[in-house]
């Protein structure tokens, strides 16, 4: 699995610059940045103290949804308690779900939103999985820096052991399974029940590959039975 980290508009170049630090220190080295140039910024490099490759070989892009554009698997971080999503799961149980998903996931991406305000609802609707980090203050504070380096510290074990053989990898699985329960959805007329889709939709990152494959079988079941019964009429 390859696993790159996306910063979306940063503001603050010294945030950048740690986020690399971070990045470096545990084996990360794929930076795409959305809407910033921070990056470029003197402050950092400074704070990047000999991650200046990480920096140098950032890519930027107009839109997280440009960025995700060959990302087989998202994840992103938000706060619990302003996310309009439920599904959450903490650092260590994203990193038992990526164990499993790196069999059969050729690329994964992990989203972090701007200092002040995160992720927009639109861009956590394009993740899979959402993730925060448990706080014990009443008022949660992380800066960008230390995020990227609680998770990259977390998941470090997926970059820097060898990857297990990948069996019937198949990049777009997880996207052609949303692409066809929204048809079911649409099929079925029960497209605008907005607590229904977001269910299903937030739930899908949480399969495995057998639990997919199954999906997109009944999936093919269903939509040709719906195709049969349309032409009868």
């Known amino acids: 699995m390859r696993f790159c980290i996306i910063l979306v508009s940063p503001a603050r170049p010294e945030n950048v610059g740690a986020a690399a630090r971070a990045m470096k220190t545990m084996g990360f080295a794929e930076l795409r940045i959305v809407d910033s140039l921070a990056h470029q910024q003197p402050a ?34 938000t706060a619990r308690s ?38 927009t609802n639109d861009e956590l609707a394009l993740a899979d999985i959402l993730t925060g980090v448990p706080m014990q203050a009443d ?55 907005e607590k229904l889709r977001d269910w299903l939709q937030q739930r899908l990152g949480w399969l495995e590959q057998r639990d997919t494959a199954m999906l997109h079988t009944l999936l093919h079941d269903a939509e040709k039975a719906l195709a049969e019964k349309d032409s009868e009429k």
């Not at 839109?63 to 554009?69: F, I, K, N």
């Open 82 to 119: 302003r996310a309009h999503f439920h599904y959450f799961c903490t650092p260590p149980e994203l990193g038992g779900m990526l164990e499993e998903k790196r069999r059969w996931i050729n690329r994964a991406a992990l989203v972090f939103g701007r200092e002040d305000s995160g992720l």
């Open 139 to 193: 008022y949660p504070s992380l800066n960008l820096g230390q995020a990227v380096m609680v998770y990259c510290y977390q998941l470090a074990s997926l970059v820097q052991s060898a990857a297990p053989a990948v069996a019937e990898a198949q990049p777009g699985q997880l996207a052609a399974l949303r692409q066809r329960v929204d048809r079911l959805l649409v099929s079925l007329q029960v497209a605008d029940d």
């Open 44 to 77: 950092a490099r400074w704070v990047a103290h000999g991650s200046g490759d990480i920096l140098d070989g950032a890519v930027t892009f107009p839109s997280l949804s440009a960025a995700l554009h060959d990302v087989d698997f998202t994840i992103a971080t």
